[in-house]
């Protein structure tokens, strides 16, 4: 595996359950009004990529990166509407930042790595 192929995998690894912490906090140490079923239910869509980041598969932190799409939309709102959690919502869209980059720039060099991509068509 290349340098910068490690050091992506390695903000991602440590990045992405970062993510799920901050977000965990917020959404089960708040409430916000909802019931705690209800705020688990946010943290489901996070849970499904998690052990493909963690293996390093490319192909998961492609379509991962759609995943951090719902979340960006909160951070943003969040940060539009936020009083005295500014903090939160500031590093909210900083790490979802980060990740929307790097997950997909891995992805497309490991995937190079391996030999994966798009099978051009043959010429008959």
């Not at 499904?48 to 390093?56: S, T």
């Not at 009083?83 to 590093?91: E, P, Q, T, Y």
């Not at 891995?106 to 995937?111: F, K, M, T």
Request: proline share 5%; aromatic share 14%; hydrophobic share 55%.
């Amino acid at each position: 595996m290349a340098e910068n192929t490690r050091l992506l995998l390695l903000i991602n690894r440590i990045g992405y359950p970062l993510l799920l912490l901050l977000l965990g906090y917020w959404f089960l140490g708040n409430g916000a009004g909802y019931s705690m079923a209800f705020n688990a239910l946010w943290l489901v869509p996070l849970l499904l990529p998690l052990p493909g980041i963690m293996q390093g598969k490319p192909y998961t932190h492609a379509w991962a990166s759609f995943i951090l799409c719902l979340y960006l939309l909160h951070g943003l709102t969040l940060l539009y509407v936020a009083g005295d959690k500014l903090w939160f919502a500031i590093l909210e869209v900083g790490l979802l930042a980060l990740l929307s980059i790097t997950f997909p720039f891995y992805a497309r060099l490991r995937g190079r790595e391996l030999g994966l991509g798009l099978k051009k068509k043959t010429k008959e």
